[in-house]
């Protein structure tokens, strides 16, 4: 399975690769931050981010419509389909200066991990 190269240091396990759907996502909650995290099956990719969509601040991005534009993989708010990118967050749909937070996943034996050092830092 492919992961996100990184340097992270912090990573705390999210959940089972079989809890989360094909080519879906589902909400974990890490302290009091909800992360989306999502799985390519095509692709065989992984990627989490912020569950807020900065829009309109609804916990919703988990519950997004996922596909690829050009080739990068997006997601789509279902409240009013703004599309951020999964791979760096930024928004796609329109030239809004809103974007998402993107965390590192890696799996190690079917167990989902996130990379939560940029929480760190913000704490
Ligand atoms: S709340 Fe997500 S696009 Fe408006």
Known sequence: MSTTQTTTTNWFFACKTSDVPTNGGVCVKYKDEQIALFYFSR?????????LCPHRRQMALSR????????????????????FSLADGRCISDETECSLTVYPVKIIDDLV?????TLFAAI
Do not use: L, S
């Not at 991990?113 to 050092?117: A, F, K, P």
């Open 43 to 51: 692709r065989d990719e992984w990627y989490a981010t912020q569950n």
């Open 113 to 117: 991990y996130i990379g939560v050092d």
């Open 64 to 83: 997004g419509m996922t596909g690829t534009v050009k080739d990068e993989p997006k997601v789509a708010c279902p409240f009013h389909k703004k599309t």
